[in-house]
């Protein structure tokens, strides 16, 4: 492809360093279930990379080898991606597994049921976050999951907790996948672009520090993807950037010592 696109983000991080901006850079991955290629590509990324990446395993249908095959991949930070990962809206509505119209104590007793499990297979490894399957869960069912043990709730750009709360949000910003185009790696260009935008408004915005979530999906990428993705973390190796670990997001900042 052609490199304008990589010096385009090369020159707005350097644009981050001079105004001693920090972009904080963490990965998510969606749909973990059982040991395979794609998953260990995806740990050798992390390994190779230095960067972790939340893997939102989806309980009931993990296979109990997930649990071998992650032990050997440690920066692959498992949590929870909701329960059956099955769809229960009505006909012609957006899909979801937990929408307004389901039963709060059903709801809660099938996230609990799906936390059990999880713990079983994986043990301590599971952090306390809650990804939704497709983004999506109800702003009272979201106000319940600290009460469920959670306390990160991770969804795509845009979503916001109601006014009764929940957990602190992990929202991502960038999906590489294009679901309607045929379930394809998104073209380089087109994420570069979008990602430069978004890194240009935050630093016009004035904002000294910012997040970028970048949600990935190791079963469906295809080798436009991969590559993508080899050479954003190696473009992303620059001073402005930090690779988080997604538990470090779920910490609060500690208070500022007033000065004497």
């Known amino acids: 492809m052609n490199r304008d696109h990589w010096q385009d983000l090369s020159r707005e991080l350097d644009r981050w360093s001079e105004g001693r901006r920090r972009l904080r850079l963490w990965l998510r991955d969606d749909d973990a279930v059982a040991p395979g290629a794609a998953l260990d590509r995806l740990g050798e990324l992390a390994e190779r990379f230095g960067a972790p990446v939340l893997l939102a395993v989806i309980p009931m249908l993990a296979e109990p080898t997930l649990a071998h095959s992650l032990h050997t991949m440690p920066l692959l930070r498992p949590c929870q991606h909701g329960v059956w990962h099955r769809n229960h809206a009505a006909a012609g509505a957006k899909k979801s597994e937990f929408g307004p119209d389901r039963d709060a104590q059903a709801v809660d007793a099938e996230i609990a049921l799906g936390s059990r499990r999880l ?93 970028l979530g970048l949600l990935l999906h190791h079963r469906d990428h295809d080798e436009t993807v991969w590559h993508f993705l080899a050479e954003f973390l190696n473009v992303a190796a620059h001073p402005a950037v930090n690779l988080v670990d997604p538990e470090l997001l779920l910490v609060p900042p500690a208070p500022s010592r007033s000065q004497p």
């Open 119 to 211: 713990a079983e297979l994986l043990g301590p490894a599971v952090l306390p976050v809650f990804v939704p399957p497709w983004n999506r869960i109800d702003l009272a069912h979201a106000a319940r999951l600290p009460a469920l043990g959670f306390t990160g709730l991770s969804c795509f750009r845009g979503y916001r907790l109601g006014p009764l709360g929940g957990p602190s949000l992990l929202n991502t910003h960038i999906d590489v996948m294009d679901w309607h185009g045929g379930r394809i790696g998104r073209a380089p260009a087109d994420l570069l672009a979008e990602i430069v935008a978004r890194l240009a408004a935050e630093r016009e915005t004035g904002t000294r520090n910012a997040d």
